[in-house]
């Protein structure tokens, strides 16, 4: 700068600066790896490309979607399909009554138990921390006929002694019951994490201008609270539209769900490549429900923090 | 494969040693000793069958097949990867999940077979398998050479509530369609025998029940349909599943073997088991050695610890199923009317004419697809 020549040190080796692009190669290559990859092979499964029979020929067919899709091919309707609407009726059922159950919960924790919430949360979530299983189990236990309800009911001469209530266990009831406890701690978590975070001067505002409790929660807390809301039905959507532990154990006949149809074919029948097709047809839905889902909660979340 | 397979000369007494079935390509093979092999066996196995010395059987009195094997080498070398059913075990086999000793039942043998999923066992190193029932053992032969060990046979019946169910019901399969009793049935998850008890109770016995046609089997589906809905469950596992429900009364009247008849007096619950008029099932399984065993010696040394004299027959006396050991006498049997009743020191059983031994189906695959949309009508 000053025109004197400047001393030249040992040349130095540039340093290599790895970029972001570098840093997300390892979790894509899991994700491609574990999600992508299996998700394609049970594609080529549906679609006959694909066997487990050893000495097996394939080819290229989309007969079995066909045969599942309505108007199903040769005889409607298609079972299968019949068994994903129950399954997807159950499913919404039992979520929109979680979502309804949790957020009196969440709104107590919020609101009603300031200080020990946390406490409370905790305390409430603890039991989850078991085996999903166990805890099923301990459903059968008390739903059954020689169980903890039935006995009570006997006691309470409410029936004769011996004779349950017979859609107590191994129907529709139960595994709704065993769901809808399953999630309802799930669900109120992101709610309560809504409700917590709430700005109470937003509240008391309202209550200024004039609107009475029920005005105030219906037009400010709901509201703000909604993201949670869709955030906490879609926790249990999600999973339960794939579930079949919990029809496998207290459900019967008519409470069995479409996780039971493709847990079923891979299990018990040589036939993986419908089992494929039932699968994907799962994860497809499953997808839509997040785009549709997702979109909605990120403009919530938007409106929410702005 | 059928009731034929097992007719003709079948000893009962003494021991023969009429078996053969050793196999020449077996025992040329050059295979690792003993004691260089693993030894970490893994068995495909029914539950309630582990070996004496494993977690689950420790319990004297108990089953005490194995005992020999695990006081040889241990038990902590063995797992064991349960199925409840034979569909399962194939599926399983044919994954590419790698097994030692596979246990299923006859059925399927050719499958087995045929796909190549396992290998001709070398009886040379199975000291007891001269005792076994020759017919039995012909029966696990495939191209003159023994791919199937057999072991354990029985029946599948109903079994019912003496003092819930009327006996006039009771008189042969129809009753698990009888709607008086709706709730309080429970057949078994087992897609091809419950087409084999709806063809029974169509009529379409003998050969007929494991070869249906199209029309039969769209009539056997229909019938699984219409009684469907009138189970209270399905059970899996007779252990999880079936006992607690019959023990609480949740259910009165089932599919079962014989050894769910025998826990139920054990409990005191008041239950028969009935002889069909259009017969009984029957049944006969035994172990096969997987394909790519790296455990060839171990796998030998583990099924002649099930099948030698003193296994057999604590088979017989703790679940009440007969055994292939053609040597156990009628006076060994602890409960000798149980075993009267049962007839389970006489495999020639499995071929008389009101027993219908489950064997190979040519068309299995549609039998378990048309069992799939069954369980989705309702």
């Not at chain 1, 570098?22 to 490309?49: K, N, Q, R, T």
């Not at chain 2, 075993?339 to 027993?355: C, T």
Request: glycine share 8%; charged share 15%; with cysteine.
């Amino acid at each position: 700068m000053t025109g004197r020549a400047i001393e030249e040190g040992p040349r130095r080796r540039p340093r290599l600066r790895a970029g972001r692009g570098f840093l997300i190669v390892p979790p894509v290559v899991i994700v491609l790896a574990v999600m992508v990859a299996p998700i394609v092979l049970i594609a080529l499964y549906s679609v006959d490309v694909k066997t487990n029979l050893p000495f097996t020929p394939t080819k290229f067919t989309w007969s079995m979607w066909k045969d599942f899709l309505p108007p199903s091919e040769g005889k409607f309707p298609n079972p299968f399909w019949h068994r994903f609407e129950v399954s997807m009726v159950i499913t919404v059922v039992v979520s929109l009554v979680a979502v309804a159950a949790a957020y009196p919960l969440a709104y107590f924790l919020a609101f009603g138990a300031r200080r020990s919430r946390y406490t409370l949360l905790l305390l409430m979530l603890a039991p989850f921390f078991t085996s999903y299983l166990l805890r099923v189990i301990a459903w059968k236990i008390m739903l059954s006929n020689n169980g903890v309800i039935n006995t009570a009911i006997w006691d309470l001469h409410l029936r004769s002694h011996g004779d349950g209530v017979p859609w107590l266990i191994y129907s529709k009831f139960s595994v709704g019951l065993v769901l809808f406890y399953s999630w309802v701690p799930f669900v109120a978590v992101p709610i309560f994490v809504l409700l917590d975070r709430l700005d109470t001067h937003l509240l008391e505002a309202a209550q200024d201008l004039g609107a009475g409790r029920l005005t105030t929660f219906f037009r400010v807390t709901l509201p703000l609270s909604l993201p949670g809301v869709i955030a906490g039905f879609v926790f249990v959507l999600i999973p339960t539209t794939g579930e079949f532990i919990t029809p496998l154990l207290v459900g019967g006949p008519g409470s069995q769900m479409f996780g039971n149809s493709i847990q079923s074919f891979f299990q018990d029948t040589p036939n993986w490549n419908y089992g494929a097709v039932l699968a994907l047809w799962l994860v497809a839905v499953v997808f839509v429900m997040l785009l549709v889902f997702g979109r909605f909660l990120a403009t919530d979340l938007r409106e929410a923090n702005s | 494969m059928g009731a034929a397979g097992l007719g003709g000369a079948v000893l009962l007494g003494g021991c023969g040693s009429s078996n053969s079935g050793g196999s020449p390509a077996a025992s040329s093979v050059k295979r690792p000793s003993i004691a260089k092999e693993p030894g970490n066996l893994s068995i495909l196995e029914w539950d309630g069958y582990q070996a004496f010395g494993t977690p689950t059987n420790k319990k004297a009195g108990g089953l005490s097949a194995g005992e020999d094997y695990t006081k040889k080498f241990g038990a902590d070398g063995i797992t064991y990867s349960l199925i409840v059913n034979d569909s399962e075990a194939l599926n399983k086999v044919r994954s590419g999940q790698q097994f030692d000793v596979i246990h299923p039942c006859i059925e399927n043998l050719q499958d087995y077979v045929q796909d190549g999923l396992v290998q001709p066992w070398d009886t040379k190193l199975l000291p007891s398998f001269a005792n076994l029932n020759p017919a039995l053992v012909k029966g696990g032969q495939v191209n003159g050479q023994q791919y199937f060990i057999p072991w354990d046979w029985g029946y599948g019946s109903v079994i019912y509530r003496t003092d819930k169910v009327d006996p006039a019901d009771a008189t042969g399969w129809e009753l698990f369609w009888n709607p008086k009793y709706k709730g309080r049935i429970s057949m078994w998850n087992g897609n091809t025998t419950n087409f084999e008890i709806a063809a029974l109770k169509l009529g379409y016995g003998g050969h007929a029940m494991d070869h249906l046609s199209d029309d039969q089997l769209t009539n056997a589906k229909n019938a699984l349909i219409e009684q469907y809905p009138l189970n209270k469950f399905l059970w899996s596992s007779e252990y999880t599943d079936l006992q607690p429900a019959l023990q609480n009364g949740d259910v009165w009247i089932a599919y079962s073997w014989q050894d769910q008849w025998v826990y139920a007096k054990s409990k005191g619950i008041p239950m028969a088991y009935m002889k069909p008029s259009q017969g009984r099932l029957g049944w006969y399984c035994g172990f096969m050695l997987g394909k790519d065993t790296k455990n060839y010696y171990h796998a030998h040394d583990y099924v002649e610890s099930y099948i030698n004299h003193k296994s057999c027959l604590s088979l017989t006396n703790y679940f009440y199923y007969g055994s292939a050991d053609a040597t156990i006498k009628p006076s060994e049997i602890q409960n000798k009317a149980v075993a009267k009743s049962l007839d389970i020191g006489n495999p020639n059983v499995l071929s008389s004419a009101d027993v219908h031994l489950q064997s190979w189906e040519p068309n299995e695959a549609a039998v378990q697809q048309a069992w799939e949309e069954v369980t989705a009508s309702a």
